[in-house]
């Protein structure tokens, strides 16, 4: 059951305690569904005739909670301040060095004869091993 005062207060307490944190990783401290204080975090950053803004956006982070994209991410703060301006994703700087360090990470995986084998998800995921650790995995044995 959602209670809305009681997750505001963990919000405001946590907040004040630990400082400016993405909603992902405020739901994690306190225990709370990402959904349910994303709500929170949402009606909280409104500016209304019965209640001022108490949270804000203080910076965007570059994340990537699932998978290889990284998107940016909200570091909500307390107070009454105006929200920091997005990064802008269509900015050629931006994807120029996107690319480059895309380009880094793949460099020595794909060239690799004993690498073929393994699926591209797993090459970009583990890092490159020797040979020999490949041949032989407990060298000792």
């Not at 019965?50 to 994340?63: A, C, F, G, Q």
């Not at 360090?101 to 970009?124: D, H």
């Amino acid at each position: 059951m959602f209670k809305t005062p009681v997750l505001v207060d963990a919000i405001t307490r946590h907040l004040s305690e630990h400082g400016g944190m993405t909603c992902k990783e405020l739901a994690d401290d306190i225990g709370w569904d990402a959904r349910d204080v994303h709500k929170a975090l949402r009606r909280m950053r409104k500016d209304g005739p019965k209640r001022p803004k108490r949270v804000y956006i203080s910076r965007y982070t570059l994340d990537s909670h699932c998978g290889e994209k990284r998107y940016p991410r909200p570091v909500f703060a307390l107070g009454n301040l105006p929200d920091a301006k997005k990064i802008n994703t269509k900015n050629k700087e931006y994807q120029r060095a996107r690319r480059a360090e895309s380009r880094k990470k793949v460099a020595g995986l794909l060239n690799s004869v004993f690498m073929l084998g393994i699926p591209l998800k797993q090459r970009l995921n583990n890092p490159r091993k020797s040979r020999a650790s490949t041949i032989c995995p407990n060298p000792e044995a």
